[in-house]
C-alpha cells in the first residue's frame, strides 16, 4: 500500500471552510484515495473516495492533484459536530486483500 | 437498515477468562472485518472474512484469537484465555462490493477492558 503523510492535528473555525491536506507520493496508478473519519468513541464513517478526478458528496469533495501525489479533504461549511480523527488511505481497487490500513490521521478540531 | 451491530458494547472480565465478542453485519453485505484498536497501535485489521471465508487472519495477534463467521448475518471473535493487553476497542465492519466501492461500515465497537 502507498503511504500516507497527514498533519497530525489542525483547527478550523465553525461555519468555515476545513481543507485537510494528504500526501501520498508513492501511490500507484491504480490506486484509489479513501478519506473515513472517527468521531470520538465511535466507530469510523466512510467520507469519500477517488481515483482521479475530484468528487463531491453531500459530506465533502476530494481534490486530487494532476500527478495524484497529494490530495485535499474539503469540508465546506465545517461544524462542532466535524471535531473527529480524519484517515486518509489508498487501496487497489480489488484483489484478495480489501482491507483498509489506518494511518495515524488528522485530529481535526472545529471551533466554536 | 440498523447498521451493523456489536455485542456487548462494554466488557470487563479478569485475565485467563473467554471472552466473546459478536458481530452482525448490515444485511446483504459479503465481506467482514475485525479491527482492534488502541492508543499505542491504533487501528488494526484482525481478520476479514469474504462469502464467510476466512480470507486473511495475519492480523490476528496469537492463537488465543480466533473467529468464526458461521453465516452471512453473524460473526464471532473469540478470545480465550483473555489478557489484560487484550483490553481495547474491537470493531466490526461489513462492506459489499468486488469493485473500488470499499465503503466499509462500521458498528459502534465493543470496549474490552482485563483485569
Not at chain 1, 468555515?16 to 484509489?32: D, M, Q, V
Not at chain 1, 486518509?88 to 472545529?110: H, M
Not at chain 2, 447498521?3 to 458481530?23: A, F, N
Not at chain 2, 487472519?57 to 448475518?73: I, Q, V, Y
Amino acid at each position: 500500500d502507498a503511504k500516507t503523510t497527514q498533519p497530525t492535528s489542525m483547527d478550523c473555525a465553525e461555519g468555515r471552510a476545513a481543507n485537510l491536506p494528504c500526501n501520498h507520493s508513492t501511490i500507484s496508478g491504480n490506486e484509489y484515495v479513501y478519506w473515513y473519519r472517527q468521531i470520538h468513541s465511535q466507530g469510523p464513517q466512510y467520507i469519500i473516495h477517488g481515483l482521479k478526478n475530484n468528487e463531491t458528496n453531500e459530506m465533502a469533495s476530494l481534490i486530487i492533484t494532476e500527478d495524484r501525489k497529494s490530495s485535499t479533504l474539503i469540508l465546506p461549511h465545517a461544524t462542532l459536530r466535524d471535531t473527529a480523527v480524519y484517515y486518509c488511505i489508498v487501496r487497489p481497487p480489488s484483489g484478495s486483500a480489501r482491507q483498509l490500513t489506518f494511518g495515524s490521521g488528522t485530529q481535526l478540531t472545529v471551533l466554536p | 437498515d440498523a447498521g451493523v451491530i456489536q455485542s456487548p458494547r462494554h466488557e470487563v472480565t479478569e485475565m485467563g477468562q473467554e471472552v466473546t465478542l459478536r458481530c452482525k453485519p448490515i444485511s446483504g453485505h459479503n465481506s467482514l472485518f475485525w479491527y482492534r484498536q488502541t492508543m499505542m497501535r491504533g487501528l488494526e485489521l484482525l481478520i476479514y472474512f469474504n462469502n464467510n471465508v476466512p480470507i486473511d487472519d495475519s492480523g490476528m495477534p496469537e492463537d488465543r484469537f480466533s473467529a468464526k463467521m458461521p453465516n452471512a448475518s453473524f460473526s464471532t471473535l473469540k478470545i480465550q484465555p483473555s489478557e489484560p493487553r487484550d483490553s481495547a476497542v474491537y470493531f466490526c465492519a461489513s462492506s459489499f462490493g468486488t469493485s473500488h466501492t470499499y465503503e466499509q461500515y462500521f458498528g459502534p465497537g465493543t470496549r474490552l477492558t482485563v483485569t
